[in-house]
């Protein structure tokens, strides 16, 4: 496949991946104020439920495929071997998208506590936390695009 093909292919799912990690939280700051059981835990039940299983879960696996394909085709063709992995851009991607998915499981965790009514997680928390995937986004972005100590 075309490597700029696949480049932007990885971006689109990004986009929609980072759409959903970022949202999530949001979903579960105001769910955190609603009455178990109520009509409104119901309601962000089903908003989470959806966005998590029809956006995040299979924008996360186009990311990865996509981004997987792009190590394979960098290594065999652009850039002629694999020691590109070792450089310290690519040390940062590689543990940006180790805390992305990470962050990805740990949200769904969560989304499942609410579900059975444990969750012990305040609004304030999740407001908090919300920028840590954001931070590490602006950093892989950054990482890729400047290659720095390469
Ligand atoms: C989940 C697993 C991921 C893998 C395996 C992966 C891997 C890669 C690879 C190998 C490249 C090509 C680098 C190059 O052209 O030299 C790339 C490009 C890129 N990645 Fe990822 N990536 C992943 C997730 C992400 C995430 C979460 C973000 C942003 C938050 C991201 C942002 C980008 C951007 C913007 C580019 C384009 C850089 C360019 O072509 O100039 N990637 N990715």
């Known amino acids: 496949m075309d490597y700029n093909l696949l480049r932007g292919l990885h971006i689109i799912a990004?986009?929609?991946?980072?759409?959903?990690?970022?949202?999530?939280?949001?979903?579960?700051?105001?769910?955190?104020?609603?009455?178990?059981?109520?009509?409104?835990?119901?309601?962000?039940?089903?908003?989470?439920?959806?966005?998590?299983?029809i956006i995040m879960g299979p924008a996360m696996v186009a990311t990865w495929v996509f981004g997987l394909a792009l190590i394979y085709v960098n290594a065999t063709e652009v850039r002629g071997g694999?020691?590109?992995?070792?450089?310290?851009?690519?040390?940062?991607?590689?543990?940006?998208?180790v805390f992305m998915t990470g962050w990805h499981g740990f949200l769904g965790a969560a989304r499942k506590k609410y579900v059975a009514g444990t969750n012990t997680r305040t609004a304030r928390f999740w407001k908090m936390t919300n920028e840590l995937p954001f931070i590490a986004a602006i950093i892989m972005v950054l990482a890729v695009t400047m290659e720095f100590g390469s």
């Open 82 to 97: 694999w020691e590109y992995l070792q450089q310290p851009w690519m040390i940062a991607k590689l543990s940006g998208i």
């Open 14 to 53: 990004v986009i929609a991946w980072m759409a959903g990690i970022m949202y999530l939280p949001r979903l579960l700051a105001y769910h955190a104020d609603a009455v178990p059981g109520g009509e409104m835990d119901k309601l962000f039940q089903t908003m989470e439920l959806k966005l998590y299983r």
